[in-house]
Nanobody, 119 residues
Framework: QVQLVESGGGLTPPGGSLRLSCVAS????????MNWYRQAPGKQRELVASMIGNSPHYEDAVKGRFIVSRDSTTQYLQTVYLQMNRLAIEDTAVYSCSANTHLNPPTYWGQGTQVTVSS
């Protein structure tokens, strides 16, 4: 199985930046993608960005502001980062990391980290 731990959330004013990290442990050799989701109060969870192998993907709401990257020093997809720039109040949410794997069950989730954008 796979365990995921996120870190890096916090409080920042509008226009600020934060960097989230997600570290996987366990059967990391079976991970083929890692994703960042967010859920704002009263809203459905939405996909923000993904790292599929070495290929980053972004949803329109964050293109040009967020950057997803991975730790390229390891062979396996184990650690991903989400650099969030030009943060806006509407980016306030709990950000969660997930991993897609060739395991059963195939998807694993971290506990989430709170990001609050407020003046």
């Amino acid at each position: 199985q796979v365990q995921l731990v996120e870190s890096g959330g916090g409080l920042t004013p509008p226009g600020g930046s934060l960097r989230l990290s997600c570290v996987a442990s366990g059967m990391i050799e079976r991970i083929y993608a890692m994703n960042w989701y967010r859920q704002a109060p009263g809203k459905q969870r939405e996909l923000v960005a993904s790292m599929i192998g070495n290929s980053p993907h972004y949803e329109d709401a964050v293109k040009g502001r967020f950057i997803v990257s991975r730790d390229s020093t390891t062979q396996y997809l184990q650690t991903v980062y989400l650099q969030m720039n030009r943060l806006a109040i509407e980016d306030t949410a709990v950000y969660s990391c997930s991993a897609n794997t060739h395991l059963n069950p195939p998807t694993y989730w971290g506990q989430g980290t709170q990001v609050t954008v407020s003046s």
